[in-house]
T-cell receptor
Framework: GAGVSQSPSNKVTEKGKDVELRCDPI?????LYWYRQRLGQGLEFLIY????????KSGLPSDRFSAERTGESVSTLTIQRTQQEDSAVYLC???????????FGPGTRLTVL | KNEVEQSPQNLTAQEGEFITINCSYS?????LHWLQQHPGGGIVSLFM???GKKKHGRLIATINIQEKHSSLHITASHPRDSAVYIC??????????????FGKGTLLTVNP
C-alpha cells in the first residue's frame, strides 16, 4: 500500500510569504506527527494529532506556525510570514496509534530566501 | 545536556566490518526507536523495542532498561548501509507518552 506522502517536495519562498505544507498519512493511521529538521540538526517535534482529540501543539516554535488535520486524513502545516530561520526539512509521520512504529514521509525541503 | 546521547557522531568502516552505534538516555522510557536516514533525507524505522533484543537481517538492536542504554549493531557491513542512524525515545510520563525525543544521529560511512 501507499506510504506517507508529502507535498511539495521542495519549496523556495521569499521572506514574509506564507507557505502551506501537506501530509497524506497512511490510511487507517490515527496518529500523525510533524517534525522539523534544520541543516545538521536532529529532528524536533512540532505537533501531534491523535484521532479527533485536541492536538498537542507544544512543539510549534511560534504563533506563525499552525497545523490542521481533517479527521484521520490529510494534514496541513502552515507557516505565516516566513523567516530565514524557518528553512528546514519538514517531516510528517503517521502510526496506527502513538504506541506503534512511525512511518515517515519523504519530507518537504523549505528554503526561505 | 540532551536527553538522548549517541556515540560516535561519525563512524567510518570498511566493508565487512562489524558496526556498533550506542545510545544513552536519561529519562524513563516506554520504547526506544532506531531510525535510518539516507542521503536525500528519507527516514525508515528500523526497530522499536522496549526490552531485550531484536534482529532483522544483518541488523541487531539491544536495550538495557536498567542501564538506560541501547546499541545498534550491523554485521557484515556494506556500502549501502551508509546513512545516518538516529536513536529516539518515547517517554514513559503519562502526559506526553507519544512524543519522541531524538538523538543527533550517527553518520556511518562504509567504504568498499
Amino acid at each position: 500500500g501507499a506510504g506517507v506522502s508529502q507535498s511539495p517536495s521542495n519549496k523556495v519562498t521569499e521572506k514574509g510569504k506564507d507557505v502551506e505544507l501537506r501530509c497524506d498519512p497512511i490510511s487507517g493511521h490515527t496518529a500523525l506527527y510533524w517534525y522539523r529538521q534544520r541543516l545538521g540538526q536532529g529532528l524536533e517535534f512540532l505537533i501531534y494529532f491523535q484521532g479527533n482529540s485536541a492536538p498537542d501543539k507544544s512543539g510549534l516554535p511560534s504563533d506563525r506556525f499552525s497545523a490542521e488535520r481533517t479527521g484521520e486524513s490529510v494534514s496541513t502545516l502552515t507557516i505565516q510570514r516566513t523567516q530565514q530561520e524557518d528553512s528546514a526539512v519538514y517531516l510528517c509521520a503517521s502510526s496506527v496509534d502513538y504506541n506503534n512504529e512511525q512511518f515517515f514521509g519523504p519530507g518537504t525541503r523549505l528554503t526561505v530566501l | 545536556k540532551n536527553e538522548v546521547e549517541q556515540s560516535p557522531q561519525n563512524l567510518t568502516a570498511q566493508e565487512g566490518e562489524f558496526i556498533t552505534i550506542n545510545c544513552s538516555y536519561s529519562v524513563g522510557i516506554s520504547a526506544l526507536h532506531w531510525l535510518q536516514q539516507h542521503p536525500g533525507g528519507g527516514i525508515v524505522s528500523l526497530f522499536m523495542l522496549s526490552s531485550g533484543k531484536k534482529k532483522h537481517g544483518r541488523l541487531i538492536a539491544t536495550i538495557n532498561i536498567q542501564e538506560k542504554h541501547s546499541s545498534l549493531h550491523i554485521t557484515a557491513s556494506h556500502p549501502r548501509d551508509s546513512a545516518v542512524y538516529i536513536c529516539a525515545v518515547r517517554s514513559r510520563s503519562g502526559g506526553s507518552n507519544y512524543k519522541l525525543t531524538f538523538g543527533k544521529g550517527t553518520l556511518l560511512t562504509v567504504n568498499p
